[in-house]
């Protein structure tokens, strides 16, 4: 079978633009369920409603895949399944090492999910010498002295960083100096990564404190407390918007990923 090393995706290649590219996991999971449950076809009303997005904007994102489905048919499951799968590069194996088992490491060590989307879990490591042979999810874990190692006898391009802050930066760069170059990174730091390296970053305190916002706008609207001027309204949002915005330049010029990802249901 293929190993990620040897096989990119071919999405940007072929200019699939990156917000499509972001909903393509979207799609598969909505189309993945209706698979399970023997559905030949799907309207993309339908599709669009199952994966929280606007029918014109999922026809849209599928033409760039060449997949227009057919006028009072609409699309082919099965086939949407595939080509989605492909353009995402999970028609092959991609090796992925964890670093760090902590109990967000084992968590992500025995989530089930990985091998049905076309990822192995070649690894786990930690730099607690306790830890060592010790198996988490069947797999025992190795010391990080063993890193490039493990990472060249398995073809290893996609790391998981779900290590303290404070050693993450470390590992990062000896993911990379080893070959790796995709990150997925918990660690709650700013990662920096040279050109060709992609970073994806999942932080979930910063989702917990976005979402403490809406649910506070809520909550004064609810209770009918005193209304913030219009100003003071505009001038909060302009800086929770500038943050996020600020947050993401960073990550498109590389120092940390682009758009927060979430582990997929």
Known sequence: MATGRNHRPATRSRGIPEATVARLPLYLRALTALSERSVPTVSSEELASAAGVNSAKLRKDFSYLGSYGTRGVGYDVEYLVYQISRELGLTQDWPV????????????????????????????????????????????????????????????????????????????DRLVAAGVTSILNFAPTVLSVPDGVDVRKVDLSIELQILAFHEQRKSGEGADAPALDAAARAAEVAQVAEAVQGAEAADRKGPDGDMPAVMPA
């Open 97 to 172: 090492v964890i670093v760090g088992i902590g109990n967000l490491g084992a968590a992500l060590a025995n989530y089930g999910g990985f091998a049905s989307r076309g990822f192995r879990v070649a690894a786990l490591i930690d730099a607690d010498p306790a830890m060592a042979g010790k198996p988490v999810a069947g797999i025992p874990v190795q010391h990080t002295d063993e890193l490039e190692k493990i990472i060249s006898d398995n073809g290893v391009s996609i790391g998981v960083i779900a290590t303290p802050a404070g050693a993450a930066q470390q590992v990062c």
